[in-house]
């Protein structure tokens, strides 16, 4: 029997992920609705997974077609798409209609933020060690960072 892990809710709709034999989907359910049943949101097979939640957008991390990317789903309309296909990325947190996450598309990984109204994608960290799992509340995020030899929490205002 599948069971769900990483629950996030928002409002009255949760996205978690299920684990199978075969790999991991996102699922979203709407407990706004009687009788809600659960619906699968991840395209394609593999790992889909890290789901996150704000307003009517989902965003995710997915490893279909052996790439891993970030995707971006709206519940009103039901569509899919990829946030960036350059580099390689692995966690997502959402805000308003700010995105952040962590990409390898440098060498080592640095958070990154896209802003779904404007489309614009903005690097944010510049440093040689690895900032990752990046979190947004408002404008303030917070990341984990091992520039020192060991992992650190840090933050900072965009």
Do not use: C, F
């Amino acid at each position: 029997t599948p069971r769900p892990l990483d629950i996030q809710i928002y409002g009255h709709r949760l996205v978690y992920t299920i684990y199978g034999d075969t790999g991991s989907d996102v699922y979203l359910l709407d407990l706004g609705v009687l009788n809600p049943k659960p619906q699968k949101i991840s395209p394609g097979t593999g790992n889909n997974n890290y789901a996150r939640i704000y307003d009517h957008i989902v965003v995710y991390h997915s490893d279909v077609d052996g790439k891993d990317h970030i995707y971006v789903y709206d519940i009103n309309t039901g569509k899919t798409s990829i946030l960036t296909t350059e580099g390689k990325q692995w966690h997502a947190d959402i805000y308003g209609s700010t995105v952040v996450y962590d990409d390898y598309r440098d060498g080592n990984w640095n958070i990154y933020a896209y802003d779904l109204n404007t489309q614009a994608e903005r690097r944010l960290t510049n440093e040689p060690h690895d900032q990752m799992a990046p979190r947004i509340y408002g404008n303030r995020i917070v990341y984990m960072d091992n520039r020192n030899g060991y992992t650190a929490i840090y933050t900072m205002t965009i």
